[in-house]
Nanobody, 127 residues
Framework: QVQLVESGGGSVQAGGSLRLSCDASGNTRSRYWMGWFRQAPGPEREGVAAFYIRDGSTSYADSVKGRFTISQDSAKNTVYLQMNSLQPEDTATYYC????????????????????WGQGTQVTVSS
């Protein structure tokens, strides 16, 4: 089992920055991918960024490329999402997720490939 806890959400003005953290515990050595997803009011959950733990490969949604960066402090089992140039359309609940699969069939930005999820942290961007 892997337990994930997100933190760092809050309210920010458009153009501002936030850094989200995801602390992992339990069987952390079983992870291959860590991902950040977001869900605005409604049914759709969007893959934002993913990180391949074993070599540092990353993947980003087109909507956040150049603005968001995913990174890891392996010594602390913590994954970060640095969010810059935030816009109101970034407003959502952000979830951290972990995959135990080396190569998810649907790709690293698809939620179906992830096995463990955090509780979510709210990010609100005002104009």
């Amino acid at each position: 089992q892997v337990q994930l806890v997100e933190s760092g959400g809050g309210s920010v003005q458009a153009g501002g920055s936030l850094r989200l953290s995801c602390d992992a515990s339990g069987n952390t050595r079983s992870r291959y991918w860590m991902g950040w997803f977001r869900q605005a009011p409604g049914p759709e959950r969007e893959g934002v960024a993913a990180f391949y733990i074993r070599d540092g490969s990353t993947s980003y949604a087109d909507s956040v490329k150049g603005r968001f960066t995913i990174s890891q402090d392996s010594a602390k089992n913590t994954v970060y999402l640095q969010m810059n140039s935030l816009q109101p359309e970034d407003t959502a609940t952000y979830y951290c997720a972990a995959s135990i699969y080396r190569w998810p069939v649907a790709g690293p930005l698809r939620s179906s490939g992830y096995n463990y999820w955090g509780q979510g942290t709210q990010v609100t961007v005002s104009s």
